[in-house]
């Protein structure tokens, strides 16, 4: 995906999201600037927080694409600290967000994890998907990984 940039922005609701699409597509400046960057939107999604670990801190950027049953949000947040405890030996924060909008798509959740080395994050990454407790979670939820997406983040 070189050459293409993320534009993520949270907000307390989704009635706060819609009106800041709104917003962002009503200021002639803004709208001006991504029409003479040549910019276009390949795809837009609305997502919620399900569960949350560590801080939004870090170079660089991971999302992995996956598609798994659902879960409550308490029961996200008790069975993804077992993942956690692996992945916080290469990762900052680790986020997990449910699709709520998105077209046809084929993931129904994304993971975005904030790192600084991303030899440390893969080494995370491997004995995570190693962990016997996480396949057995993995296979309960359903979940297949449908790909990732590596990144710097710009701000």
């Known amino acids: 995906m070189a050459g293409k940039i993320l534009v993520s922005f949270e ?3 989704v009635d706060a999201a819609m009106s800041l699409q709104a917003g962002i597509y009503s200021d002639k400046e803004l709208v001006s600037l991504i029409q003479d960057t040549g910019v276009s939107i390949d795809r837009r999604n609305l ?11 870090g170079k660089y950027l991971s999302i992995l694409y996956m598609n798994s049953d659902s879960v409550d949000d308490d029961t996200a ?3 993804f600290a077992q ?3 692996n992945m916080k030996l290469g990762a900052n924060g680790w986020a997990l967000l449910q699709l709520v909008a998105g077209g046809p798509s084929p993931f129904s ?12 994050f893969l080494a995370a990454t ?15 939820l ?9 990144s710097r983040k710009l701000f």
Do not use: C, Y
């Not at 997502?47 to 801190?57: C, D, I, L, N, V």
């Not at 959740?109 to 440390?120: E, N």
């Not at 359903?142 to 590596?150: A, D, F, I, K, T």
């Open 11 to 13: 907000t307390k609701t």
């Open 83 to 85: 993942p956690w405890s």
């Open 126 to 140: 491997a004995k995570t998907f190693q962990d016997p407790v996480v396949q057995k979670i993995m296979k309960e």
């Open 109 to 120: 959740h994304v993971i975005t994890t904030w790192f600084d080395s991303a030899d440390s």
């Open 142 to 150: 359903n979940v297949n990984v449908l790909g990732r997406v590596l």
């Open 47 to 57: 997502m919620r927080k399900q569960a949350e670990f560590g801080e939004r801190s």
């Open 77 to 79: 947040q008790k069975t």
